[in-house]
Nanobody, 135 residues
Framework: VQLVESGGGLVQAGGSLRLSCAASGFASHAYEFSDYAIGWFRQAPGQEREGISCLSSSDGSTWYADSVKGRFTISSDNAKNTVYLQMNSLKSDDTAVYYC????????????????????????WGQGTQVTVSS
């Protein structure tokens, strides 16, 4: 399974971006895209990787970190094997490399805040996309 993020870039504070996480490689796999929870993470320079949102198509549950709740929205298009992260009201603190990851056989509700940050939970990672918010 491969994950590819896109949609990052430079935006002014208060602006919006939509990130995409496109998954592939399921043809030779026993599981489908909908069997995975997809999480979004970000890592700013000198900071630890932070889990910010998660979605699981199997039960429709979502989770958001307090730092992005009310500003970011996660969604999916299972026909395209893609998860999106709509980011509105961006702040300079949102500047980071954004990653998506996939975890088999779990849900956003089950992961929640306590398990999002457990790296061993996540089976696959993308290469990341840079988001820079200028103030």
């Amino acid at each position: 399974v491969q994950l590819v993020e896109s949609g990052g870039g430079l935006v002014q504070a208060g602006g919006s971006l939509r990130l995409s996480c496109a998954a592939s490689g399921f043809a030779s796999h026993a599981y489908e895209f909908s069997d995975y929870a997809i999480g979004w993470f970000r890592q700013a320079p000198g900071q630890e990787r932070e889990g910010i949102s998660c979605l699981s198509s199997s039960d429709g549950s979502t989770w958001y970190a307090d730092s992005v709740k009310g500003r970011f929205t996660i969604s999916s298009d299972n026909a395209k094997n893609t998860v999106y992260l709509q980011m509105n009201s961006l702040k300079s603190d949102d500047t980071a490399v954004y990653y998506c990851a996939a975890s088999l056989g779990t849900t956003a509700q089950a992961l929640g805040e306590t398990r999002m940050g457990v790296m061993e939970v996540w089976d696959y990672w993308g290469q990341g996309t840079q988001v820079t918010v200028s103030s």
